[in-house]
């Protein structure tokens, strides 16, 4: 008996069969890469918005001022200065956290920290979240002191800052602590951060945290007076023929000695110092 072969229709219909399948399984695994790499861009996307939104908050819960500054120089050294910018507010402030990279290097654990708005440079329709601090505390602009700038987070579409006025219970949109019409020498007791961007889809999505400022007031460290109080003069010490000392009343008379006096301030003019000889 001879063995029948395929038609060629059987071998059309079996051939379309297996297009059809390999279609639906491609479609299948494309759809999973898409959702695969939306899935990591929005989880790349969201560490950016909340490292960027750590570190601001790291560094503004440091923020200090302090009252021992040269008023005759046209800038302060320490300073607290946020105001609005357009969409992304401005944001100048000393701090304690800043760190020496290089061994021996002309730098300070203090240092001025300014966040501001910047243009993309391959696009410039974005505004890019930017980043500059200086290497120490110093008289002049930040501008013009030496320092290095970053970019904090791209492709910001809003950031706004609110500080807490504990003395009047608001939250104030400004806070400027080198001005009279400000807050000068007084810090906020928090602040809160909202930053908007896009996500992988283009939709606006606003991200939000609030720090506590650990050092609300400001420091001061001028020598301060202290009062002179006088004392009662303690007794004087005698010895007695069993060789052992004991106190007598400082008008009680003393064996006279053939050494001369000794001179010298008299225990009440001496003034204690705080906390000790109590």
């Known amino acids: 008996m001879r063995a029948r072969g395929f038609t060629l229709i059987e071998v059309m219909v079996a051939v379309s069969i297996l297009a059809i399948v390999t279609v639906l399984t ?6 999973t890469f898409s959702t695969k790499s939306a899935i990591e861009a929005q989880a790349g996307r969201y560490r950016t918005v909340r490292l960027a939104l750590e570190r601001m908050a790291h560094e503004l819960s440091m923020v200090y001022v302090s009252q021992n500054e040269d008023t005759s120089q046209p800038e302060r050294r320490t300073r607290l200065v946020g105001k609005h910018h357009g969409d992304i507010d401005e944001v100048l402030f000393s701090y304690f956290g800043h760190q020496r990279l290089y061994q021996d290097a002309n730098e300070a654990d203090t240092a001025l920290v300014y966040y501001y708005a910047g243009r993309d440079r391959d696009d410039s ?3 890019n979240l930017m980043r500059r601090e200086t290497r120490r505390l110093s008289y002049l602009k930040v501008d013009e002191q030496p320092g290095e700038a970053d970019i904090v987070c791209d492709d910001v ?3 706004k800052l609110d500080y807490y006025d504990k003395r009047d219970k608001v939250w104030r949109d400004e806070w400027v602590t080198t001005s009279l019409d400000g807050q000068p020498d007084r810090l906020p007791s928090k602040i809160r951060i909202t930053l908007t961007v ?3 889809r283009g939709k606006e999505v606003p991200f939000q945290t609030e720090v506590r400022v650990a050092m609300s007031e400001p420091l001061n460290n001028q020598p301060k007076n202290l009062a002179v109080t006088g004392v009662g003069q303690p007794p004087a010490l005698t010895q007695t023929p069993s060789g052992q000392t004991s106190g007598t009343s400082a008008t009680t008379s003393t064996a006279t000695s053939s050494r001369p006096p000794v001179t010298g301030p008299s225990p009440g003019n001496i003034p204690s110092a705080p906390g000790f000889g109590r």
């Open 125 to 127: 329709r974005k505004q």
């Open 157 to 159: 579409i809003k950031l």
């Open 26 to 31: 491609w479609a299948s695994f494309k759809q």
């Open 198 to 200: 896009h996500d992988e």
